[in-house]
């Protein structure tokens, strides 16, 4: 058959394409209309037959018609186009988490069980997968026509994409936005397995621990220890409990403690400080990547749950260099 559309392999690739089709042929039939009067009139108002036609200066009712029905057929468009809009756009709560860095020119994937990949993503099938996306230098953009999704992946900014795909196989994965000249090669694949199996080549290459892990070290390595303690004494705020809460700042404003802020709270410590502590801690600009970035919000992130909470009487070891890394 001739591939006028790619494989529907996502449980929304149905719904995408059921409005595409209705979009094509809405249109379709307008166009068609439009060209059988331009037709007819051709013949009926020909020179020889009426050289002039009647002009109507004015119908209330035909005004009227024209307005509305347009207006009811756009309506269809933009609630239907709407509602799948944000279904796209609002991954389901228990999604498999993700993360993907891009860069010029390839896409490195970081699964919180530790497995990474390069230019392949492996998800089970018939689970929820939110992927969240930066890039460390250009915009890119993350396509997988299979999938019907598609979202720009960007430097300094978190985005999101979930999916849940259906369909056993192996999928294209596009940069659809030109990012330089090897744009067309930034391609991959998504691998869509069984769960079981899926949950076999996780464990597969587990040795180096879990992202959140990899987080954990960093964050003693970088001497956030010291201040960040796991008690109220730290000259840091106490990081347990605190991902997608609330935070009260300085300023008396508050903000939920989201990836973005994480991220902000590393790169540019001074934006927002939490109420009670001083400007102190130094910017990690340029000292951690995007990857280690994401793998110190993860941590943060496990922090928050009740299950995987570090114990205070088991908290790691003040690193000898913490000094260091203190601003003046
Ligand atoms: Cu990355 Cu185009």
């Not at 699964?111 to 969240?132: A, F, K």
């Amino acid at each position: 058959m001739f591939p006028l559309w790619p494989t529907a392999a996502s449980t929304i690739s149905g719904e995408v394409d059921a409005l595409y089709l209705f979009l094509i042929s809405v249109t379709s039939a307008v166009t068609l209309a439009v060209l059988c009067l331009i037709v007819v009139f051709i013949f009926r108002y020909r020179h020889s037959k009426h050289p002039v036609a009647d002009q109507v200066s004015g119908s209330v009712p035909l005004e009227i018609t024209w307005s509305l029905v347009p207006l009811g057929i756009f309506m269809i468009f933009f609630v239907w186009g709407a509602t799948i809009y944000v279904a796209e756009a609002t991954p389901p709560k228990d999604s498999l988490q993700i993360y993907v860095v891009a860069k010029q020119w390839m896409w490195k994937i970081e699964h919180e069980e530790g497995q990474r990949e390069i230019n392949t993503l492996h998800v089970p099938m018939n689970r929820d997968v939110r992927l969240t996306m930066i890039s460390q230098d250009v915009i890119h953009s993350f396509w997988v026509p299979e999938f019907r999704v598609k979202a720009d992946v960007l430097p300094g900014r978190y985005t999101t994409l979930w999916f849940r795909a259906n369909r056993p196989g192996k999928y294209n994965l596009f940069c659809s936005e030109y990012c330089g000249t090897m744009h067309s090669g930034m391609i991959g694949k998504v691998v869509v397995m069984d769960p079981v199996k899926f949950q076999a080549w996780l464990t597969g290459g587990g040795e180096m621990g879990s992202f959140a892990a990899t987080g954990q070290k960093l964050f003693q390595e970088l001497g956030c220890t010291s201040c960040h303690r796991f008690d109220t004494q730290g000259r840091g705020p106490n990081l347990v409990g605190v991902y997608g809460k609330p935070v009260l700042l300085d300023d008396g404003s508050t903000v939920i403690a989201d990836d973005a802020y994480v991220r902000e709270s590393i790169l540019n410590p001074g934006a927002q400080i939490v109420a009670g502590f001083k400007p102190i801690m130094p910017s990690f600009q340029g000292i951690v990547t995007e990857d280690q970035l994401l793998s110190l919000i993860a941590y943060v992130k496990s922090l928050a749950t009740p299950e995987e909470q570090e114990p205070v009487s088991n908290r790691p070891p003040v690193p000898k260099t913490a000094g260091g890394t203190e601003v003046q």
